[in-house]
């Protein structure tokens, strides 16, 4: 008889940390490009407003065209991942968004600028759930929400940096350079990505896919075995119905848990964009120099890192997802104490970071739940309808920003205001704690499996 093998266990035991190691960093500097590309309008918006001699609010379709075609790669292109796999849909995304990024630097007016922008939000919205799930699938439970954690801090330091480099090329070159850098190395990337990131082994086994390119990826996971061709590969308890399609994402008991992540990452989300988007206007308004409006700023941003890693290290042990809500929390006070203590310039800058930490690391942890408490079939299409609902969060984030500074109101009731969503987010992810099924309960951790893989 032909020899079985449990995918699932061949994974935790980490038979080749070498080759899971080499996945999680493909998978982040794929991250990395992909949060780059996500802030590239932001870093030469000054320059072509100058440039083109237009208002700064002209440039508000580029900014939003890209939220949307996130949004609708996330959703419509996405859960492609449950049925044509995983990798599959990472390289694609990343060649197609690298080439609408470089067409990006071709355009000479508003409208061909936000359709490029548009074009590219749409793939690196297809890529990115399915980079989180090709993520959950090759890491053991108790590792999890930390790799997760690992790719989005690679994600906010791609941002980081195409700023920098932005300051230090646009002058010389013009804002084109920075279209056609991330954009040829995204291009190049695809093609490493093709040649050398394996597809999900958990995915292959649930689709049932030929068993000699089942054997062929696991000799790789665990050189020290030696897989038959016809050695049969299985998950344990892969679910009858295999159908990956939204309605799932409520069936068996799954309902409360979806909405409750829903709302959590729509409304943090937009909480994280209000912020980077706002902070220094109303910092600047408020009184605060410029140069301290931008420290702060970027202090944010470094807190988030911190939290990315941290955050995702506490959903790893026991009652993680409550421990998330209770961290999600903290930020409440520290929200509403910014507002507070403009005029006291060190406590205002570590109570920024430690706001960072909660909220982006908060985003970081729902990251994770987004693809783990979901079973294989259903990764993908889970992440990416969370990343969806997320992507109405970014777009309102802006929007709800201006109308509190059109309202003239003062800096401590607009953070008195913004404190609400985490105080609201705490509580749906408390929710999606207890509405959890049977299926999800072992997601992040390999002593309580219950399930569903």
Known sequence: MAEKVDVSALIERRAAPAFIATVI?????????????????????????KLWHIKREALT?????????????????GNLGDILGRRRMIVAGVLLFGLFTMAGALCGDIASLAATRFMSGLFLGGATPNAIALMIDYSPHS???????????????????????????????????????????AVLYAGVLAWRLPESLRFLAARQARQPRLAAIAARLAPAQRFAPDTLFY?????ADRTPWVGALFAQRRGV????????????LMGIVFVTSWMPTVFRDAGITLGHA???????????????????????????????????????????AIGQITGMVGPLLTIV?????????????????????????????????????????????????????????????????????????????????????????????????????
Request: glycine content about 14%; some cysteine.
């Open 25 to 49: 960093v493909m998978i982040a500097a794929a991250s990395f490009l992909e949060g780059f590309d996500a802030q590239i309008q932001g870093y030469t918006a000054p320059t072509i407003v």
């Open 61 to 77: 379709p580029v900014f939003t065209l890209f939220q949307l075609g996130f949004m609708i790669g996330a959703v419509g292109i």
């Open 143 to 185: 590792r999890r929400a930390l790799n997760v954690g690992i790719m989005y801090t690679l994600y906010t330091f791609g941002g980081s940096i195409g700023g920098f480099l932005s300051a230090w090329l646009v002058p010389h070159y013009g804002w084109q350079i920075i279209y056609l850098i991330v954009g040829v190395v």
């Open 235 to 239: 998950l344990p308890t892969a679910s």
């Open 257 to 268: 848990m979806t909405a409750a992540l829903w709302l959590a990452y729509g409304l943090n």
């Open 294 to 336: 931008v420290v702060a700023t970027s202090l944010y941003q470094f807190g988030g890192a911190v939290g990315s890693v941290a955050f995702g290290w506490v959903l790893g042990r026991r009652r993680g997802i409550l421990l998330l809500a209770g961290l999600c929390l903290l930020a409440v006070p520290m929200i509403v």
């Open 353 to 453: 970071f430690i706001a960072g930490l909660c909220i982006v690391g908060t985003q970081t942890g729902l990251n994770a739940l987004s693809g783990a408490l979901y079973p294989t079939y259903l990764r993908a299409t889970g992440a990416g309808w969370a990343s969806g609902f997320g992507r109405v969060g970014a777009i309102c984030g802006p929007l709800v920003g201006g109308v509190l500074i059109a309202l003239g109101l003062p800096l401590s009731e607009i953070f008195i205001i913004l404190a609400v969503p985490s105080a609201v987010v705490a509580g749906s992810i408390a929710v999606l704690h207890f509405a959890r099924p049977p299926s999800a309960a072992g997601a992040l951790r390999p002593d309580t499996v219950v399930a569903a893989e």
